[in-house]
């Protein structure tokens, strides 16, 4: 898959099929419309491709700065890639892009600047200034400017009954594997290790501390994780805490990987967390050893889950 961050920016050779949208999560009920797209693409020998926005219009249009997404930009860009996708246009979402017409977004984006062939849509899109056109006016721009509608109707995306807003309440809740079979992946955190203060080490419980640069990613509830990743080629099962490290009077929000039977130094690599399910709230516990022997039990409990 071939990556570009705005439209100026893409390689203009070839007609393309089209979606558009933010697909944040790129989720089960998304997948619908890529895989038409991607098949469809592959039947009329056109590219595939994907124009989605960052940021998120939410956060220009209605400052929604406390918006959180499910996905990095990295993330939905990595998801695509494995579903197939030949071609993605990650562009600026800016007040000026959001006052263009419709027939300007259309005719000069779409057409003369992505030679769209295909336009593969959901059955409520809406698009242009104010969002004031529809799926109606860009059947009629595609009958002027000859290009074809394809729309997702209404029952097939409702039949999956999924939303991204679904997703994030069932993160907040903590509620992982909800979030999960949503999705259709273990939903995933990715940041580079930094040093913490050691008292995973001196619980003989190591951690790996993970920095999230992108402020608007989605951390689930609080709580202990059983978490899977990909380190060097293997799966590396461990468990996460997320939260304050409140037995030791902790005040900063930390993200602390162990991982079992994994003894590499990680320090300043960035590292990809699948949760996978959540095991408990995070508690304070009367003592470091209480704290110690709990950690104990959420290990057995983790080792559990792994065979299944």
Do not use: C, W
Not at 34 to 46: M, V
Not at 75 to 91: P, R, T, V
Not at 241 to 256: A, L, M, Q
């Amino acid at each position: 898959m071939i990556t570009v961050q705005s439209i100026s920016n893409y390689d203009k050779k070839q007609a393309t099929a089209i979606t558009i949208g933010t697909f944040d999560g790129v989720h089960i009920g998304h997948r619908k419309i890529l895989e038409r797209l991607i098949n469809d693409a592959k039947k009329s020998g056109l590219r595939s491709l994907v124009l989605t926005f960052f940021p998120h219009p939410r956060m220009v249009l209605q400052k929604d700065t406390d918006l959180k997404l499910l996905n990095t930009v990295d993330e939905k860009a990595k998801i695509l890639e494995q579903i197939g996708l030949d071609h993605l246009i990650i562009h600026p979402f800016t007040k000026d892009f959001s006052r263009l017409t419709a027939t300007e977004f259309v005719r000069d984006l779409l057409v003369n600047e992505l030679k769209a062939k295909k336009i593969i849509i959901g059955y409520d899109h809406r698009f242009g200034r104010n969002r004031n056109a529809n799926i109606t006016d860009l059947m009629a721009f595609g009958n002027t400017l000859g290009f074809e509608v394809d729309e997702i109707e209404a029952q097939e995306i409702d039949d999956v009954s999924v939303s991204s807003t679904k997703i994030r309440n069932a993160l907040v809740e903590g509620n992982i594997k909800t979030a999960n079979e949503y999705l259709g992946y273990n939903y995933m955190l990715t940041g580079l290790v930094k040093k913490g203060k050691g008292l995973g080490r001196q619980l003989s419980f190591p951690t790996a501390n993970i920095a999230i640069a992108e402020t608007y990613k989605l951390i689930p509830k609080n709580g202990v994780y059983f978490i899977k990743s990909t380190i060097n080629g293997s799966n590396v099962y461990g468990m996460m805490n997320i939260g304050f490290n409140p037995t030791v009077d902790g005040t900063t929000k930390n993200i602390e990987v162990h991982y079992f039977d994994f003894e590499d130094d990680l320090y300043e690599q960035n590292i990809q967390v699948e949760l996978m399910e959540r095991i408990r709230d995070e508690h304070k516990f009367n003592s470091l050893e209480a704290l110690k022997e709990q950690l104990h039990k959420d290990k057995a409990t983790s080792l559990s889950l792994i065979s299944k």
